[in-house]
């Protein structure tokens, strides 16, 4: 009876054969240059998404500040208001 390693290799090895068979050398040269392709795609999108969570992150900041200046002009309005309302 084979051991296990025996049974899995024979059994890559009819897997790799059969890929070889239907794909080719120039089929495993193509998917090797997709697959470079699809890192190369990776690396872009997650560049761009940082820079977009960047720019999300900046921008809320940005308001931030902006609604923390207009509370303040709001809080002396009111004490004015109140101020010459009496």
């Known amino acids: 009876m084979k051991s296990y390693e025996e049974l899995a290799k024979e059994q890559a090895d009819r897997e790799s054969t059969l890929l070889s068979k239907l794909m080719g050398e120039a089929g ?9 392709g699809l890192s190369g795609r990776q690396s872009e999108i ?21 609604a923390q200046r207009l509370r303040k002009h709001l809080e002396r309005l009111k004490k004015l208001h109140q101020t010459l309302s009496k």
């Open 28 to 36: 495993v040269e193509e998917l090797a240059d997709f697959e470079a």
């Open 46 to 66: 997650l560049f761009k998404i940082t820079t977009e969570m960047e720019d999300t992150a900046n921008a809320l900041n940005q308001v931030e500040q902006l």
